[in-house]
């Protein structure tokens, strides 16, 4: 069964810092996925990543993929209050009968002025 | 381009009533997705459809749950009878094959 950890679960930070946010798999997938979700709303698509040494960046957040380590991270930089929102990383199972998507269970990141 | 939709947004239903959640996908997507979200959790997989195939059900709940998909667009996941355990938001996801799965507004059920 797959598991799919993140850590932190919950993450207090303020503006102008930096900070990475762990996502950890047990079984072999090259396809992993981050979300948002802001409170009350549903998941947003953030970054898709499909092989190992995948890194893709948008604004202030940067993801990457090391599928030998089985980890995810999720880098931000110079966090701003926008970015208020729990974080979701989800591992598609690398199989043949299709896409199946586990998730973890989300990192609360709040970034205070 | 319309995203995936989903109906209603929220529910407030007694204990033993029956319920049930509407969605159409996006234009062209043929896998459709319904998961569950309890709250401060990641979503949890449901049921996958392929077209009008239910490929992958194998977290449904089916002594209570229900799906269809008839025409392989539009799909109803209905519960009953609903357990106060089954509050949760639920969410309809749709994608092409193997591609990027995109999420719904959810419904937010609650069972008193």
């Known amino acids: 069964e797959l598991k799919v950890e993140q850590n932190p679960l919950f993450l207090s930070m303020q503006e102008g810092k930096n900070y990475t946010i762990y996502c950890n798999y047990s079984?072999?997938?090259?396809?992993l996925y981050w979300y948002r979700q802001d409170p009350g709303k549903s998941l947003e698509s953030l970054f898709v990543?499909?092989?190992?040494?995948a890194v893709k960046q948008e604004g202030r957040l940067m993801a990457s993929l090391d599928t030998k380590a089985r980890l995810s991270t999720l880098h931000i930089t110079a966090a701003v209050h926008d970015l208020s929102a729990t974080y979701f990383c989800?591992?598609?199972?690398?199989?043949?009968?299709?896409?199946?998507?586990?998730f973890g269970e989300g990192t609360q990141l709040t970034v205070n002025p | 381009e319309a995203g995936v939709v989903q109906s209603p947004r929220y529910k407030i239903i007694e204990k033993k009533q029956p319920v049930a959640f509407w969605c159409n996908p996006i234009?062209?997507?043929?896998?459709l997705y319904w998961y569950r979200q309890n709250l401060g959790q990641g979503p949890e997989l449901l049921i996958r459809?392929?077209?009008?195939?239910?490929?992958?059900d194998s977290q449904l709940p089916k002594d209570r749950f229900s799906a269809e998909r008839l025409k392989g667009v539009d799909s109803t996941l209905k519960i009953q009878p609903a357990e106060l355990g089954d509050s949760a938001v639920y969410l309809c996801?749709?994608?092409?094959?193997?591609?990027?799965?995109?999420f719904g507004p959810g419904t937010r059920l609650t069972v008193l």
């Open positions: 079984t072999t997938s090259d396809r």
């Open positions: 459809y392929e077209n009008e195939e239910a490929v992958d």
């Open positions: 990543l499909l092989s190992n040494g």
């Open positions: 996801a749709s994608s092409l094959v193997w591609r990027e799965q995109f």
């Open positions: 234009s062209g997507h043929n896998t």
């Open positions: 989800a591992v598609d199972l690398d199989g043949t009968s299709g896409s199946r998507l586990t």
